[in-house]
C-alpha cells in the first residue's frame, strides 16, 4: 500500500502498473439496432483481478458518452487492480441514435441495463478478446459503478426500478452477480420539485423508485450538483441512498463539487463546470478503497480512507452511512 498525493490526493492506494485498453470487443446482441462495443483496460500484471462495469452517462459531448470515456477514473482503477468493462450504450452521442424513432430513446434508460446483463452473460467471452488477460481474472468479483444516466444504471442493476404503469415490461432488471455498486450523480425521485421540462423530455423520470435497492451501494454525490432542468431540490441527487433500504448504503458528499466531481468524464472535458483534479483524485481513491474491502473480505481500505477522509484539514467530503 502507498500513498498516492498526486493520482490519489495523498489516500492510501496500492502501487500503479501500467495497464492495456483493448477496444473494441464487439458482441452481436439480437434485436439490438447496433452491434455493443465494449472497451477492456486492464493491469498488464496481477492475478484475482475483480471486474468493474462502468456505465457512462447522457452527457453532450461527442466521446465522452462512450466507452471512450471516464478517462481519469477508468484509467486509474484499471492501473490499481481493476478490469474496467465500459460499453457504449445505445444513448451515446457517437450512436446516432437518440432522434431516431425507436423505444426508450432518447435515453434508452432500460436497453443501458440489459447492456449490463449481456456483458455478464458473455464475460468470459470479452476478456478473451484481450491478450494476456484470460486466466488472470476472478469472474466472481464484479462490481459497477456508473455517472448521471449511468448511476440510475448502476441502480437497476441493484434493484431500483421504472414503475411506470402503462409499460407492460418486466421492472426487475437488477442482478445478483453485481456485488457492489458506486452510484455517482445518479437522478432522483420526482416530486413536487421535479421538472416540468424533465417530465417532459424524459418521462420515465417521473416513475424512478429506489424502494427495492437492496444491493450495496456508495452513492456519491455533490452539494452545488443542483439543475433545475431535473429538480429544483439539491438533495435529488442523492435519493438512490435517501429512499433505498439500509443496512448496506453509504453516501460520499463531496463538497463544493457540482455535476462532473472536478471533470471524471475525460480528459480536460470542456463540459466541466468544476475543474479540480484534487477532486477527481479523491474520487477514484474513495472508490477504489470501497469497492475492495467490498469484494474483498477483510480488506480494510475502506475504513483506512474513511480515517484518511476525516484527519484532512481542510474538508473535502463526508460520509454518511445507513
Same mark, same amino acid.
Given at each position: +500500500? ?21 477496444? =473494441? ?9 447496433? =452491434? *455493443? ?24 459531448? $461527442? ?12 484509467? @486509474? ?23 431516431? !424513432? ?5 435515453? @434508452?434508460?432500460?436497453? #443501458? ?11 468470459? /467471452? ?42 407492460? #415490461? ?27 421540462? %424533465?417530465?417532459?423530455?424524459?418521462? +420515465? ?7 427495492? +435497492?437492496?444491493? %450495496? ?30 443496512? $448496506? ?10 455535476? *462532473? ?13 468544476? /475543474? ?19 469484494? @474483498? ?5 475502506? !475504513? ?19
Amino acid at each position: +500500500m502507498s500513498t498516492s498525493y498526486a493520482d490519489a490526493a495523498g489516500f492510501p492506494v496500492s502501487d500503479p502498473t501500467p495497464i492495456v485498453s483493448y477496444s =473494441p470487443v464487439t458482441l452481436e446482441v439480437p434485436d439490438r439496432p447496433v =452491434p *455493443l462495443e465494449i472497451k477492456v483496460s486492464a493491469p498488464v500484471t496481477g492475478t484475482d483481478l475483480p471486474v468493474m462495469l462502468l456505465s457512462h452517462g447522457h452527457g453532450m459531448a $461527442n466521446f465522452i458518452s462512450s466507452l471512450r470515456g471516464y478517462g481519469p477514473v477508468a484509467d @486509474f482503477w484499471a492501473a490499481h487492480g481493476f478490469v474496467v468493462v465500459q460499453p457504449t450504450h445505445l444513448d451515446s452521442t457517437v450512436l446516432g441514435l437518440r432522434d431516431q !424513432d425507436l423505444p426508450d430513446a432518447p435515453l @434508452f434508460w432500460r436497453d #443501458r441495463a440489459v447492456d449490463m446483463h449481456v456483458v455478464l452473460d458473455h464475460l468470459e /467471452e470479452v476478456l478473451a478478446a484481450v491478450p494476456g488477460l484470460p486466466g488472470r481474472v476472478d469472474t466472481e468479483k464484479v462490481a459497477a459503478v456508473g455517472h448521471s444516466a449511468g448511476g440510475h444504471t448502476v441502480s437497476l442493476l441493484l434493484g431500483s426500478r421504472v414503475t411506470d404503469p402503462n409499460d407492460p #415490461r418486466e421492472k426487475d432488471l437488477s442482478d445478483p452477480r453485481v456485488k457492489a455498486g458506486v452510484v455517482i450523480g445518479g437522478p432522483g425521485v420526482a416530486d413536487e420539485h421535479f421538472s416540468p421540462w %424533465a417530465a417532459e423530455h424524459y418521462p +420515465m423520470m417521473k416513475h424512478i423508485d429506489f424502494g427495492q +435497492m437492496t444491493g %450495496a451501494a456508495l452513492v456519491i454525490a455533490g452539494d452545488e450538483d443542483l439543475n433545475p432542468h431535473f429538480s429544483s431540490r439539491l438533495s435529488y441527487r442523492w435519493d438512490a441512498y435517501t429512499h433505498s433500504p439500509g443496512g $448496506n448504503k453509504t453516501l460520499l458528499t463531496f463538497l463544493g463539487a457540482q455535476h *462532473l466531481f472536478g471533470g471524471i468524464s475525460g480528459y480536460d472535458a470542456a463540459e466541466t463546470s468544476d /475543474e479540480n483534479p484534487e477532486r477527481v483524485a479523491a474520487l477514484r481513491a474513495l472508490v477504489w478503497a470501497y469497492l475492495r474491502s467490498r469484494l @474483498f473480505p477483510g480488506d480494510t481500505s475502506w !475504513d483506512i480512507a474513511v480515517k484518511a477522509l476525516e484527519s484532512r484539514k481542510t474538508p473535502l467530503a463526508k460520509v454518511e452511512t445507513k
